[in-house]
Every structure is written in C-alpha cells, then in structure tokens.
C-alpha cells in the first residue's frame, strides 16, 4: 500500500496524527537503501577491476576505440565506459588444411568429412597432388590482429591457400612428393609471413609442416608402382656401383703396386749397375796407380773368397816320387769323398 496507506492506518478519521509512528516507518526504509547501494557497489567494482592472465596482454577499449594495452596482472579500467578483450600472445595457435583434428591425444581422432577442395593443388607439371600441411603462429601485435585485418581468420586460411598453391605450382610432382618437402616447407613459411606482414596481421609464423602429401586415389595404384620401379632402379644402380668401387680401386691399386714394384726395381739395377762402375773405376785407378800390388791384393781377395768353398785341401810336392807313410789315408777319404759330395751338389 505503500507511505499513504501507512498514514490512513496510523491516522483515522476520528484519531490523532502520530509523529512517532511516522518516524518508525522512515526507519524501515533504509535497510532496503543500504542493500541497492551495495549491490550498485559491488558492480561498480566488479565492473572496474580485472585479471589479465600471464601469457595474455589486455586490449582496453573506450566507447569502442581503443586506448591501451595491459599487460598481465590485475588491471583498472573505468566502469561501464571501458571493456577489455584478452588476447593469448604466448600461446602458440594451429591452422589445420586438408584434415581436422576432431580429439587430440595418445591415438588421434580425425574428421572422417573430405576437404579436398583444401588439399587438391596442381603441380608445375601439370600432375594433380593432395597435400595436407599445418601453420603454427603466434599473435605478435595484438593491436594489428584485432583491429587491421576484418575476418582474420578466414583471411589467413585464404592467405595460406594461395601461397601453398605458388609453391606448389612451381615443382614438379615428384619434388613434391619426396625430394622437395624440406624446401617446400621453408619457402611456404616464408611467403607467407611477407604476406601477412603485408596485411598487417600482427602474426609471426612459426612453423609450416606438411602432413601427408599424396597422388589423388584414382592413380595412387598407378603410382605406387611407378615408385617401385624408381625404387629397385635405384636399388640396381646402387648395387652396381658398389661392385664398381670394390673391384675398381682394388685393381688400380694392383696395377699401382706393380707400376712402383717395376720402378723400384728398375732402380735398384740402376742403381747397382752405377755403384759396380764407380767401383770398378776406383779399383782401375788404383791399378793404373801400382799394377803388381793391385793384382796381388786382387788375388789374394779372390782366394779369400774361393777357397773356403773348398773344403780340406791336400798339397803335394812336384817333384814326390811315392806316398808318404805316414799320412791318414782315412781321413784323406772323408776329405776327398765330402769334396766330390760338393762338386755334385754344385
């Protein structure tokens, strides 16, 4: 009923008005002031403070314009007036193309959808591959991701698009599909930070990582027997230049070795032949110095030489007519019979 029908009941028409009971029923209504305005204090409050965690920065906007930028911690901004949006800068973000993770984990779960349309590209040989890759980022200028780009994550799945289908369209299928994956990954990462660093994103690119790159299904037999002839040509090739550097360097090394044995010997003889003249001169001019020495003591030399060879020896006189009795004619027999022993043997 409210004030008045508090006074008509307080005050009839044949009663006295009552300052006292009026006063008790202004004392009633303060307990409901005092909890309106803590209630507008906690909002107030709540409304005016806030945490920013610490691999995120706070973007702090006043009637939608932007005015600064937190960094982690708790923060003021002004009630009702100011509004904040979080921005992860330290965590590292994913783009996936061609595939989707439905569960990650120990055994991953994929989307069973196709995206072809992602993963079809055209090679620059004119062969069609399906490749499937993933862009790891970081938000480097929050400012810039939030505020520069309209659609930016849309816009950077188109950006990857297009610079994985330049790269790919500049190779051959083969390169793409084994040899060239390492180049394709470092070139792709690179156009598409200038691209984005163009559109002034605000994202650093981390990493480009192709997945699975393969033929489309309708020639994946085809091809899978064309890398098996590539690979036991390979394998045969292999094989034979290995026999190639056994035998090869072994022989050279063999005909190496009796090139220097035949060198060496050569020499040798060229060398003894030179060293039997100068001895040979030396001795001749010593001859020619003092003949009879030198014949003497050349003789001399050469018996030295001979008659050990010979054995026991037995010197007779010219002119004796019979035998001596006294002589061992036993031992003359040993002596006689081990010289004839040596001349066979010679």
Not at 147 to 174: H, Q, S, Y
Not at 225 to 239: F, G, P, T
Request: one cysteine or more.
């Amino acid at each position: 009923m409210g004030i008045k029908g508090d006074l008509m009941d307080i005050k009839g028409p044949d009663q006295v008005f009552d300052m006292e009971s009026l006063k008790k029923i202004q004392i009633k209504k303060k307990p409901l002031q005092w909890i309106l305005a803590i209630i507008v204090l906690l909002i107030v409050v709540f409304n005016s403070f806030y945490q920013i965690e610490p691999e995120q920065v706070g973007i702090v906007l006043r009637f939608g314009k932007y005015t600064r930028t937190t960094d982690p911690g708790l923060r003021f901004k002004l009630p009702f007036l100011e509004s904040v949006t979080k921005v992860r800068v330290q965590r590292q973000l994913k783009e996936e193309f061609g595939f989707r993770t439905e569960e990650p984990g120990a055994r991953t779960r994929y989307s069973q959808l196709s995206y072809e349309e992602e993963s079809s590209m055209l090679s620059g040989d004119l062969n069609v591959a399906m490749v499937e890759w993933i862009v790891q980022y970081r938000i480097a200028d929050p400012y810039k991701y939030l505020f520069k780009v309209r659609n930016l994550t849309d816009t950077f799945r188109d950006m990857n698009e297009a610079v994985m289908r330049t790269v790919i369209g500049d190779r051959t299928i083969t390169e793409v599909l084994t040899v060239g994956r390492q180049e394709i990954e470092i070139t792709g990462q690179l156009q598409l930070q200038e691209l984005c660093d163009l559109y002034e994103t605000g994202i650093t690119i981390d990493q480009l990582v192709l997945q699975d790159v393969n033929p489309p299904d309708p020639v994946k037999p085809s091809w899978d027997e064309v890398n098996q002839a590539q690979q036991q040509k390979d394998r045969l090739i292999n094989e034979a230049k290995a026999e190639y550097n056994q035998v090869i360097p072994r022989a050279e090394g063999e005909a190496k070795q009796t090139v220097l044995q035949a060198e060496g010997f050569a020499l040798d003889r060229v060398n003894s032949a030179q060293g039997d003249a100068s001895r040979f001169k030396q001795l001749y001019e010593e001859y020619r110095r003092a003949p009879q020495v030198t014949r003497q003591r050349m003789y001399l030399e050469t018996m030295q030489k001979i008659l050990p060879k010979l054995g026991s020896k037995l010197y007779l006189d010219a002119d004796a007519k019979g035998v001596m009795p006294l002589l061992p004619m036993e031992s003359l027999q040993g002596i006689t019979s081990g010289t004839a022993g040596r001349r066979e043997a010679q």
